[in-house]
Every structure is written in structure tokens, then in C-alpha cells.
């Protein structure tokens, strides 16, 4: 005999605002740089799939996430640590970030 225990929450859902691939490639990446960086973890899709060649709907945030992380790189920013400053300032709200050490990186314009 076995037993189930079952968790609801009395939390109501939240209801996060998502965006397109379309909209995802307003922001200047390609469709196969989201699709790595969606591989590696950089991007986080509401919608979990297999890899690629799968239709994925993201938060809105990712999009800034995705346009920061081509903004740092077109400067020579390597991609993990652009997707860490990227993750970050999205996050915090902010256009600055501790690169570690006491070092700060600052992003003029937000993610637009």
C-alpha cells in the first residue's frame, strides 16, 4: 500500500509577462545564438524543451537579458561572464554590477 502526499499551495500563480522568438530576435541575436545560450543556461525559457527545433516562450526579462549579453560581448566581454553581468544588473534592477574584487561594471542606457 502506498501513500501520497499532496502540496498546494496557497499561493496564487503569477502570472509572468512572455515573449516570442520574434520578439526574442528584436534584440539583434540570432536565432541559433539564442538557442546556445539557451543551451548553456544563459537564457532561461518558461517553457522547458528538449534543444532545438522546439518553439520556447521566455520571460520578458530575457529579452534584456539576451540584449545585454550582445551589448557586453560586441565589446569583447567573453559570453559566461557577459551572461553573469547580464543575469545580474537584469536581476538587481540596475544598470551596475560587481565584476568581483570591489570592480564595477556600469551599463549607460539600461537594456535599451
Given at each position: 500500500m502506498t501513500s501520497e502526499t499532496v502540496v498546494r499551495s496557497a499561493?496564487?500563480?503569477?502570472?509572468?509577462?512572455a515573449v516570442s522568438l520574434d520578439q526574442m530576435l528584436t534584440t539583434g541575436v540570432s536565432y541559433r545564438q539564442i538557442d546556445h545560450?539557451?543551451?548553456?543556461?544563459?537564457?532561461?525559457?518558461?517553457?522547458?524543451?528538449p534543444g532545438s527545433g522546439y518553439a520556447r516562450i521566455?520571460?520578458?526579462v530575457e529579452r534584456d537579458v539576451a540584449l545585454l549579453i550582445n551589448r557586453l560581448q560586441a565589446v569583447g566581454v567573453e559570453l559566461a561572464t557577459a551572461a553573469q553581468i547580464a543575469r545580474s544588473l537584469v536581476d538587481s534592477g540596475t544598470n551596475r554590477a560587481e565584476l568581483g574584487g570591489g570592480v564595477f561594471i556600469s551599463i549607460d542606457g539600461g537594456a535599451a
Open positions: 499561493v496564487e500563480p503569477v502570472e509572468v509577462p545560450w539557451c543551451r548553456q543556461g544563459y537564457l532561461k525559457p518558461l517553457t522547458a524543451t521566455w520571460p520578458a
